[in-house]
């Protein structure tokens, strides 16, 4: 469902998510194309493009990964149409071979790449990566926004330094900035213009040495025309002796803790905008006649390392702080800048002891993410458990399916990286004899699946290759795939068959199984164990929580599944090892809640006498 | 003067659903509105709070440790987790005492608090609470148990603990599900009126 607000009138105030005015931003430059691959916490800016990209005019669409989507922007942008990926931080690693290149023969049309991190990891498992270190890699100019109005605005700016400059420009956002919401002033949409026209550039494109080093000199001189062009963006706040450089989301917490901080009296604070380059003439000035610097910043010393090194030169007795009062790790709140900020400004440290030690003692029960009820992939987990035992190595993947990484499947050991699952377990087979089983989701196949597959192949290794196929990128929100019915556009298209793929690469041992159907599961995976082939066993069934979705649009609802009273024997099996969020045990009694059952009706295969049985209809709509 | 308003629930029961209400209906009133919306694992029944500031001028998304001024929890014990925001001088609970047992204790047989338990957990910290069993009373009276976030809101402006005017709520209704938004009003009068 499309926010009304994002298409609103000019000089309207509405609220929006970050993310949301990111799309929003996009549309006022006159963007013509966009290409995203979904990651949270960047999501909702492809989310928000593809529900409005007819209304609004521009091309959308969920590329099959994120180099593929850079690939596509730059392309437009290549012919001098505006063009925006969206990624989370990990799919930047993704895309970067393809970024690292285009930043030095720049682009025609303004390109612009937000890409998102996510400390403590709201949405991400596998490293708090700190984005800005690529920027500096790659010179890429980065823009940093520090709410959702400036996610708009300097969404916008984005476009307009990367088409005057000739660059691709990074606006590099954290989850507390793309998943905060904030009042925007809307500003005018102009047409997009959707069409280009790709001019041959030798001197830009034609990167052979010694022409790179040429290109290599063009782009040192365009960071440096940058880094005086836009020193306007970065604001000075305050007068004192005491200085804090900041930016992002720490900026939004130090105004908030400004009163319990004796209102920032004698303190001069330097909000940073654009953080790659950063310019040396803005900090230069704001050093001289400091006696210290507080550096507030999530993650790395990024900013402080560049702080401490001009130091040297302009005010080497200033005192600088930064991550020796605050974290490298996680995320901070106004608690955390108050608290590291109180002592060297006279102010009190904020009292929580009463809060901690109350919350310590009631030891309320943990409420982790789980697998929907009605999940696929616990059925299929389920099966291949019961079938492979419990010493088989899981290679895990990632999508939906990591949460089988939780009690009680514990059924993926690693989890590394997108389509990393296939490349490990085949490392693995190399030195031992171990039996290996994949899971891989489908989107997450199409993704960065398929070469490791085809390396599968080529060396002769013979692990069990799930490929869990529920129909669309689940995790994110159900966005579509090659192997979907729908486009980002929301037109139909035929599916791209992932049998008939994997077929293509000489792989003959493929068994397609309805992942709602243990039988169906169980003998082909004891099929699969049983064979000295490399085996893929697809199995298919739509995510729940995407069918349902489409179930109640139509007034439908899922029918539900009861256990029978007096035959329940209290073996737990649903209970303990099934563990569908749907049924309860307490005390003495087993039963599944009817609101929260989606009726896949697996837990009834699952019981070994026979307990569980179809409730009765509640509504004629129901499936 | 901000006002903050934490949102607590079981992903799938309308916490995003209800963020969006009452920033929208605290913009058609003027207001400065932040906030936060977590996304992703909060639909895999994980427990996820999002804000939501209004006021003059709001600066952090997130409220401030022990300073919220009403906390709408759609499970009882999701109301008490999140009681770090919550100071007994300005904060007000209005809870849905509709459980959601947690996978986790259900196999590690931990012991899912009772009501009573609860309460004994929240009034600490609580200035005023009101427990109601919205999604339940929703299911029998409105057909829908998931109408009780919506309920909810009512009882809040009715009680005054949510600042809001009722037109500006209805007027974020229109707006959110612009295609039915009937069943949504219903709901939210049913809350305004109803009487215990």
């Keep these: 469902m499309a926010n009304p607000d994002l298409m609103e009138k000019e000089g309207k105030k509405v609220v929006l998510l970050g993310n949301e005015a990111i799309a929003r931003g996009a549309i006022e430059a006159g963007m013509g194309l966009s290409a995203c691959y979904p990651g949270t916490p960047s999501s909702e800016v492809g989310i928000a493009l593809s529900a409005i990209a007819k209304q609004a005019g521009f091309y959308f669409e969920w590329s099959t990964n994120e180099k593929v989507a850079y690939e596509v922007a730059a392309g437009a942008a290549f012919s001098g149409v505006r063009a925006l990926t969206a990624m989370k931080h990990f799919g930047l690693n993704v895309a970067i071979d393809s970024v690292m290149p285009t930043i030095y023969t720049g682009v025609k049309g303004g390109l612009v790449i937000m890409v998102s991190d996510d400390p403590l990891g709201h949405s991400s498992a596998q490293s708090e990566q700190d984005t800005r270190f690529y920027a500096r890699m790659g010179l890429i100019p980065t823009l940093e926004p520090t709410n959702a109005q400036e996610c708009k605005d300097l969404t916008k700016l984005a476009f307009e330094i990367s088409e005057k400059h000739r660059i691709p420009v990074m606006l590099r956002t954290t989850t507390m900035v793309s998943h905060s919401i904030g009042t925007v002033k809307l500003g005018k949409i102009p047409q997009p213009k959707t069409k280009g026209n790709f001019v041959k550039d030798p001197e830009s494109f034609y990167c052979l040495p010694p022409a790179l080093q040429q290109l290599h000199e063009r782009l040192n001189k365009k960071i440096d025309t940058i880094e005086l062009a836009y020193d306007y963006l970065n604001r000075i706040e305050g007068e004192g002796k005491i200085g804090i450089i900041t930016s992002g989301v720490s900026y939004q917490y130090l105004k908030e803790v400004k009163k319990d901080l004796n209102g920032l009296k004698g303190v001069k604070i330097a909000k940073l905008v654009m953080t790659y380059p950063i310019s040396r003439s803005f900090v230069t000035k704001f050093l001289k006649g400091l006696d210290r610097v507080f550096v507030l910043e999530e993650l790395e010393p990024v900013v402080e390392q560049f702080v401490r090194a001009l130091a040297k030169d302009v005010n080497p007795r200033t005192e600088i702080h930064g991550k020796d009062i605050l974290s490298r790790i996680g995320e901070y709140n106004p608690e955390t800048i108050q608290s590291a900020l109180a002592p060297f400004l006279k102010a009190k440290k904020p009292d929580f002891s009463m809060h901690e030690a109350y919350l310590k003692k009631i030891d309320l029960p943990a409420r982790k993410a789980v697998l929907c009820p009605g999940c696929p992939h616990r059925s299929t987990f389920y099966a291949v458990k019961k079938v492979m035992g419990d010493q088989t190595v899981w290679s895990g993947d990632i999508g939906c399916y990591v949460l089988g990484i939780q009690e009680p499947y514990k059924m993926e050991d690693f989890i590394v990286s997108m389509g990393s699952s296939i490349g490990l377990a085949h490392g693995i087979q190399k030195v031992s004899d171990q039996k290996v089983v994949v899971f891989i989701g489908d989107s997450t196949f199409f993704h960065a699946g398929m070469p490791p597959l085809v390396n599968s192949v080529a060396h002769g290794t013979k692990p069990i290759i799930v490929i869990l196929d529920n129909g669309v990128t689940a995790m994110t929100g159900h966005q579509p795939h090659p192997g979907s019915d729908f486009t980002g556009m929301g037109d139909k298209k035929e599916p791209i068959k992932i049998e008939d793929v994997v077929r293509s690469f000489g792989i003959a041992n493929i068994k397609i199984v309805n992942a709602f159907s243990q039988k169906e599961l169980q003998a082909a995976i004891k099929e699969m164990s049983a064979s000295d082939k490399l085996g893929v066993i697809i199995s298919r069934g739509l995510c729940r929580l995407y069918m349902r979705r489409l179930l109640r649009k139509q007034g439908g609802e899922f029918s539900k599944f009861q256990v029978a009273p007096g035959k329940c024997k209290k073996c737990l099996t649903c209970v303990k090892q099934f563990a569908c969020p749907a049924i309860m045990h307490e005390g003495d009694k087993v039963y599944i809640r009817e609101d929260l059952c989606w009726g896949c009706g697996v837990c009834a295969q699952v019981c070994p006498v026979g307990a569980i049985i179809p409730a009765a209809r509640r509504k004629k709509n129901d499936v | ?196």
């Design chain 2, 1 to 196: 003067m901000t006002y903050n308003v934490l949102i607590a629930g079981v992903g799938g029961e309308g916490v995003l659903f209800t963020s969006v209400i009452v920033a929208r209906a605290a913009n058609f009133e003027g207001f400065d509105v932040r906030g936060t919306q977590l996304h992703g694992l909060a639909q895999r029944g994980g427990a996820i709070p999002t804000h939501v500031r209004f006021g003059k001028a709001v600066d952090s998304p997130l409220i401030p440790r022990a300073q919220a001024d009403l906390i709408f929890a759609l499970e009882p014990l999701e109301a008490a987790r999140f009681c770090y925001f919550a100071h007994k001088d300005r904060t007000n609970f209005i809870v849905d005492t509709y459980p959601v047992k947690p996978v986790y204790a259900n196999l590690f047989d931990k012991e899912y608090p009772t009501y009573e338990k609860i309460k004994q957990m929240i009034s600490p910290f609580a200035k005023n609470f009101v427990f109601i069993d919205a999604s339940h009373i929703c299911d029998q009276k409105l057909g829908d148990p998931l109408d009780g976030n919506t309920m909810m809101l009512g009882l809040a402006v009715a009680s005054g603990m949510l600042p809001l005017k009722k037109e500006s709520i209805i007027e974020a209704i229109k707006r959110t599900v612009p295609k039915d938004p009937e069943k949504d009003i219903k709901a939210f009068r049913f809350g305004l009126e109803y009487k215990e």
